[in-house]
């Protein structure tokens, strides 16, 4: 489909009314977000930023983030790999098990989780006899973020794998090629843009998470508040500029990760273009 | 070969067994052994008291505003979520790109920085607020900021589900409905709108599923009054922090059972519709 410079005055005035509606919706929060973390000026918010407290959830997000990324990378092929390349029983319903945390309430994975691990459970007793404390700490954290994140790299890759079809692999596999070189010669280097498109979006999801966090993590000051939940704490005690900080901070990632994602689909589309001419 | 194996088709393609037992031991760490956890811990509960916590007067009204909440949004949404990805997809017009990119914001955006800023957006003296409050309307701290809250966090999943197939649609139809004399809102409702109805519906059905489980932005918004804007997660956090971790746990199994029965669902409605 082109689109088309609009001619007549009503489709200018769908575009008049969408533009009003994204402004309303998308960029008027945005841009607020911006204005009331510099409300009191540029050196109230670099006191903010340099605030013990901010640094601290500003280092324990980064840290989760930068485990659960690779972990997510590496499920992501695995099972993409699996439910793409094999027609076996059970495989529609282990793509529907990777849907599970799409569908549930942030809070109940962060139920689950205190139901497994909790103070008052077997395992949380036998953690606490070991004297390793999972819940209110930095590993429950990181757990209900791993719930949490783990079906994004998975839905970006199985749609690709699924239209990419096996024969470069199977020309490799009757050529002698092991598992292994099949894998880090013909696959990856075919879905490394998504690959990098699925950090991006797993990034995002595992710095912004809330509601799970929010359970397991009993939000102790400067130890386990992650930035979303600084932004809350800060917020109930009327801190607004220092809130809004956290959010502007948390919103810069968001935009990064918008523009990434924007760069990316021009690549796509530009190679896309190329393959085209050239056949 | 036997009717029972395992295989659909013999596999040609060497990792099955190292991809496969990953993705499934995963799967169980992450996944199922946390929700099986859930499930035992309220398996401990007798029949009375399980009932008591997730049959509470407060509980059952939280059910009603969270289900009404997220009806409301998917309605609002969907509108405008297809205008959205029709002018996107239609028109060439200043600001389309970043129009495009911004779409993924709510995406991309934490919940509870999405809550916070619209509510200070729609407060009495906020940037848009205040020119409502002389009319008498209330947006945050009350039931219209939880429905703005969950129209938001719904607006990629209306979008990016519609928008591919408006760009795939064939053109020619269109000329030849007009061609033969269809009148413009003819053409879109004989001709698109069918096209397009399938992606809507399941963009729609993941937009509502999402709204009846959000958390960050609603509570920030909401103003959370009792009986009146809780949502059900909302009042699994207060039971928590009543201590009453068992209620708690009641309440998020029936959250939880809800949402598998509605995965399921819409799992079998996708497939569905793809087959048509």
């Known amino acids: 489909m082109k689109t088309r410079r609009p001619q007549s005055a009503h489709q200018w005035l769908i575009i008049l009314l969408g533009l009003l509606m994204a402004l309303v919706m998308l960029v008027l929060p945005l841009a607020l977000i911006f204005s009331k973390a510099f409300s009191e000026g540029w050196s109230v918010l670099v006191q903010n930023l340099s605030e013990g407290y901010m640094q601290h959830a500003i280092g324990l997000t980064v840290f989760t983030a930068l485990i659960s990324v690779p972990i997510n990378i590496i499920f992501g092929i695995a099972i993409a790999w699996c439910v793409t390349r094999y027609e076996f029983r059970g495989r529609r319903l282990l793509m529907t098990l990777v849907d599970i945390p799409f569908s549930m309430s942030p809070v109940v994975a962060g139920m689950c989780y205190l139901a497994l691990l909790g103070t008052e459970t077997v395992v949380g007793q036998w953690l606490y006899g070991k004297d390793v404390q999972v819940i209110f700490a930095w590993p429950g954290i990181l757990l209900v973020t791993l719930f949490v994140t783990s079906p994004y790299v998975a839905r970006i890759l199985i749609p690709l794998l699924q239209a990419q079809g096996t024969e470069e692999e199977i020309a490799a596999v009757s050529l002698g090629a092991s598992g292994w070189k099949i894998l880090t010669r013909v696959t990856l280097p075919n879905i490394k843009w998504a690959l990098l498109y699925g950090a991006v979006i797993t990034n995002a999801r595992a710095v912004g998470e809330f509601g799970a966090v929010s359970v397991v993590s009993g939000t102790i000051m400067n130890q386990t508040l992650t930035l979303p939940l600084l932004v809350e704490q800060l917020n109930n005690d009327y801190k607004t500029a220092a809130a809004f900080t956290a959010a502007a901070l948390l919103a810069c990632i968001a935009i990064l990760t918008l523009l990434l994602k924007s760069l990316m689909e021009y690549i796509q589309k530009k190679k896309l273009e190329e393959a085209q001419r050239a056949v | ?276």
């Open chain 2, 1 to 276: 070969m036997s009717a029972f194996s395992f295989f659909k088709r013999p596999p040609v393609l060497p990792g099955f067994v190292p991809s496969f037992g990953f993705a499934v031991l995963y799967l169980s760490l992450i996944i199922l052994i946390p929700l099986a956890a859930l499930l035992l811990y309220v398996s401990d509960m007798s029949w009375a008291q399980y009932w008591r916590a997730i049959s509470d007067a407060r509980v059952l009204q939280s059910y009603k505003v969270t289900i009404q909440g997220a009806l409301y949004s998917t309605v609002i949404v969907s509108v405008m979520g297809f205008w959205w990805a029709w002018m996107i997809t239609r028109y060439d017009f200043p600001g389309r790109r970043i129009l495009d990119a911004l779409m993924d914001l709510p995406f991309a955006l934490p919940t509870a920085v999405a809550g916070i800023t619209l509510s200070a957006l729609f407060v009495s003296n906020g940037w848009l607020g205040q020119f409502l409050e002389p009319y008498g309307i209330k947006i945050s701290y009350a039931f219209p900021g939880l429905v703005l809250a969950m129209v938001f966090t719904s607006i990629p999943f209306i979008v990016r589900s519609v928008q591919p197939v408006l760009e795939d649609l064939d053109e020619g139809y269109e000329e030849a409905a007009n061609t033969l004399g269809a009148t413009r809102w003819q053409t879109f409702s004989k001709v698109v709108f069918p096209a397009v109805l399938p992606a809507l519906i399941s963009g729609s059905s993941q937009a509502f599923i999402r709204s009846l489980g959000e958390f960050g932005a609603v509570i920030m918004i909401a103003g959370n009054i009792p009986f009146e804007t809780e949502v059900t997660s909302l009042m699994i956090f207060v039971r928590l922090q009543e201590f009453e971790t068992g209620a708690a746990t009641a309440i998020a199994s029936v959250v939880l059972v809800t949402s598998l029965a509605l995965l399921f669902l819409l799992h079998m409605l996708q497939a569905r519709l793809a087959r048509r």
